[in-house]
């Protein structure tokens, strides 16, 4: 079993910065692909960005790509999403998950162990 952790959310004003966190517990790791998703209220999960954990490769949706940075530290167990320039269509719930396959997968049922989220509130 995999346990993740997820922290760092706040309301922010559109323009601001934020950065998630999120720490890995339980059985270790040393392949795979770590991903953050995000739920809007009354949609579904969407992507956002995905890191190869063991070559820190990196994949971004287009909606936030050049804005936001996906890094890793092995050490720690654990994974960032640093968010800049954030805007008011960011506002979601965003969630940690992890798939196994080191495919830098976009889709949800690819990955295994999810955290709880953290809700990023951006006003305009």
């Known amino acids: 079993q995999v346990q993740l952790v997820e922290s760092g959310g706040g309301l922010v004003q559109s323009g601001d910065s934020l950065r998630l966190s999120c720490a890995a517990s339980?059985?270790?790791?040393?392949?795979?692909?770590m991903g953050w998703f995000r739920q809007a209220p009354g949609k579904e999960h969407e992507f956002v960005a995905a890191?190869?954990?063991?070559?820190?490769?990196?994949k971004y949706a287009d909606s936030v790509k050049g804005r936001f940075t996906m890094s890793r530290d092995i050490a720690k167990m654990s994974v960032y999403l640093q968010m800049n320039s954030l805007k008011p269509e960011d506002t979601a719930v965003y969630y940690c998950?992890?798939?196994?396959?080191?495919?830098?997968?976009?889709?949800?049922?690819?990955?295994?162990?999810w955290g709880q989220g953290t809700q990023v509130t951006v006003s305009s």
């Open positions: 339980g059985r270790t790791f040393s392949s795979g692909t």
């Open positions: 998950a992890r798939d196994q396959i080191p495919s830098l997968s976009r889709t949800q049922a690819d990955y295994d162990y």
């Open positions: 890191i190869n954990w063991s070559g820190g490769r990196t």
